[in-house]
């Protein structure tokens, strides 16, 4: 069968990720030319198809290129200037303040493109019309969120920076899509007021893709599971809804092509429920192109839907390729759908036992196969999915099938209420498998190293070549194998070769600082700056280094909005040990982060290690002493004297700084030295032997 459709489509998505992925994006076509060029000889290509393969290619890259020039350039042209805009909204995320973020679909220079405005909750819905004189500006990244990588892959560059003169217009016309988002809204609401906040939180993110009633650890639970994907609505909604209403056709013995236009039209309109998400788009292309196998007698092809589907969506966007949803669906399915079953295509089927153990093994190696692409936008991840898509998913569609019996039915109370009592039920039990999993940090593996995503590339392209020169099944899954012992023994020399290396991580946003100090196995926190502004970078950064235990978290100032902060956020992490003033009152026996506050005295506190010491010098001073090397971190009005790393934070920093190795949280005037300033997150590791290396947790992990 000739797969031209495969022939086009690889090869322009391997362009358009190669061109986001790299600065320059012409680097990246010449570069992957000889790579193409091998592998097409390998694979053993005729000329046409390596020529039409390179053509894609580079009509990828011109298009890529192109479209950033032409549009991302002059949008961001913008940024910093002050415009008067008109435009619809688009979604609108309303939180617990009072506050509201809006999604805007404008026009600014020509250019129809998507900005975000967060402001006070203006009462509006989907198809509004919104005016206001507003102050543009460009995304930029921080150590939670990389926001221009993201907001690039939804087709947004700027965001309202200052906004006057709001004023919303409301949509008198009735409008198809947005009658059927407010229907979509009714039934979210149904299954809130029915159920509790967290079960029905995971319904709606189930059934809608609508996660806004997941809190963090509870999305940490769901991932670290193996089952995140279930609340990212995709081929498996779909399908689901889709073989419902197929069923329900086939009973009523519609002919063919009236059963395929009605499952069209469904699909479509359970994609515009879903806010028109990226990863449904494909889903539906996908599933339509299937379906139609039956009405023009053509023989349906995963690969062949696959590529046609990411030509279709990325033909007129090509910023699409950004976007992390898309490409770990396009990869999920490929997964799914063409690897795993070719990797196991001789495997003995006659038994039950030999049935369960062919799915068990094409699970298995899924994980696998999408880790370099998990490398590319997660800390860590988890390796329950083969296990809980055979035990915990059946209890997610079964809880699904629940949901769409509601939306089927308009939420009429009579189906309603038994219907959301079993999926509540279900529900809650995912909830507490995931918590228990979650606590016990089982399968986790942890990819925040900057060594993780060159590694797997690496391994990537070993199993790409042995497949181009040996389409086995035996040899790829060998070159599978050696891989991942690849992986396993990189990660165990690694972890040896920095046991000894102190590591002192400088957290937080704008001029707060929160120390993780490490070594070894074991990992003191400090929150200096007080009030718990840390607590979520924290969380991160333990999450990317693999950390589940923290020895002693040292709360320095404004300890009771520290204590709730950092309660919630390290909900998975033991804390063995809680430091707190010793004027602080709480109640007697009451825990936070799982233990008892103790206190102590700031101005004389000492922790000592097996191989570091930290010393408590005031308020919001500490010393840490290693190998012969120290570290003086202070608060910017207080003077730093001699040390081998000076770390200074705060708004204001003293006029006279001397240099050296020096961390500010605020710009300053030292030229001489490794000055590190106006800037946060970074990583100070100092070796066995005293040497110092610095690094920016942005770029380097």
């Not at 009633?213 to 889709?242: E, F, M, N």
């Not at 799982?594 to 097996?610: H, K, N, Y």
């Amino acid at each position: 069968m000739t797969r031209k459709a495969v022939s086009i489509g690889l090869p322009y998505l391997l362009g358009l990720f190669l061109c986001d992925r790299l600065s320059v994006c012409w680097y990246g076509f010449l570069g992957i030319l000889p790579l193409l060029l091998f592998l097409g000889l390998g694979c053993r290509l005729r000329l046409k198809q390596l020529l039409l393969c390179g053509i894609s290619f580079a009509f990828a890259c011109c298009l890529y290129c192109g479209y950033m020039y032409r549009v991302r350039d002059a949008l961001l042209a913008y940024g910093g200037q002050t415009v008067s805009l008109t435009g619809r909204v688009e979604n609108v995320d309303v939180r617990d303040n009072e506050q509201a973020s809006y999604l805007i679909r404008t026009n600014i220079g020509g250019h129809t493109t998507r900005i975000t405005y967060y402001g006070a909750d203006l009462i509006c819905q989907y198809g509004d019309s919104i005016r206001m004189t507003a102050v543009l500006a460009p995304y930029e990244d921080t150590y939670l969120f990389p926001a221009v990588s993201y907001y690039q892959g939804e087709g947004s560059f700027l965001q309202v920076q200052e906004a006057s003169d709001v004023e919303i217009i409301p949509e008198r016309n009735w409008s198809l899509v947005g009658s059927i988002r407010a229907y979509a809204d009714r039934i979210c609401a149904k299954i809130r007021m029915t159920l509790p906040k967290q079960e029905a939180g995971l319904l709606c993110a189930m059934l809608l893709g609508d996660k806004s009633g997941l809190d963090s650890p509870t999305k940490t639970a769901l991932y670290r599971l193996g089952i995140g994907h279930v609340t990212a609505v995709s081929g498996l909604h779909l399908t689901l809804l889709c073989s419902l209403v197929g069923w329900i056709l086939r009973r009523l013995r519609l002919g063919k092509r009236l059963a395929f236009c009605i499952q069209a039209v469904v699909a479509v309109g359970f994609v515009l429920c879903t806010g028109v998400s990226h990863s449904a788009c494909r889903a539906a292309v996908m599933l339509l192109l299937v379906y139609s196998g039956d009405v023009f007698h053509r023989q349906s092809d995963p690969l062949n839907a696959l590529c046609i589907a990411v030509l279709a969506l990325t033909g007129t966007r090509p910023y699409l390729i950004g976007s992390a949803s898309f490409l770990l669906s396009a990869a999920g399915v490929f997964a799914v759908a063409v690897a795993a079953p070719w990797l196991t295509a001789h495997f003995p089927v006659d038994t039950l036992p030999k049935r369960i153990l062919k799915g068990l093994v094409a699970s298995s190696v899924i994980p696998v196969l999408l880790m370099p692409l998990c490398a590319c936008y997660f800390q860590e991840a988890s390796l329950l999915s083969p296990l809980s898509n055979f035990l915990v998913l059946p209890l997610c569609m079964a809880a699904m099938l629940c949901g769409l019996g509601v939306f089927l039915t308009g939420g009429w109370s009579v189906a309603a209420l038994p219907l959301l009592r079993l999926a509540g039920f279900l529900c809650r039990t995912v909830l507490e498998l995931g918590s228990w999993c979650a606590g016990l940090h089982v399968g986790v593996v942890p990819l925040g190293d900057s060594y993780v995503l060159p590694l797997c590339l690496l391994c990537v392209l070993l199993a790409l070549c042995v497949f181009g020169f040996r389409r086995e099944q035996r040899r790829v899954w060998a070159s599978i194998g050696l891989t991942v012992m690849l992986f396993w023994n990189v990660s165990l020399f690694v972890s040896l070769l920095e046991r000894n290396t102190l590591k002192i991580a400088m957290l937080g946003k704008g001029n707060a600082c929160t120390l993780v100090i490490t070594c070894g196995d074991q990992t003191d926190v400090l929150d200096l700056t007080g009030g718990g502004s840390g607590a979520e970078y924290v969380s991160r950064y333990l999450q990317a280094s693999g950390i589940s235990h923290v020895d002693t978290l040292v709360l320095d100032q404004q300890q009771y909005r520290a204590m709730a902060a950092f309660h919630d956020a390290l909900s998975y992490v033991q804390v063995q040990r809680l430091l707190v003033p010793e004027d602080t009152y709480h109640l007697p026996g009451s825990t936070v982060c799982g233990t008892v506050p103790a206190p102590f005295s700031i101005a004389s506190a000492e922790l000592l290690r097996s191989q570091y010491t930290i010393r408590f010098l005031g308020t919001g001073t500490v010393e840490i002493l290693y190998a012969g090397r120290r570290v003086l971190c202070a608060a910017g009005t207080e003077p730093l004297t001699e040390s081998d790393v000076r770390i200074q934070y705060g708004a204001k920093l003293p006029e006279a700084l001397t240099a050296g190795y020096l961390l500010t949280t605020a710009p300053c005037n030292v030229q001489d030295g490794q000055v590190y300033a106006g800037q946060n997150n970074l990583c100070i590791s100092i070796d066995a032997q005293g040497g110092i290396s610095i690094q920016d947790l942005m770029k380097g992990g």
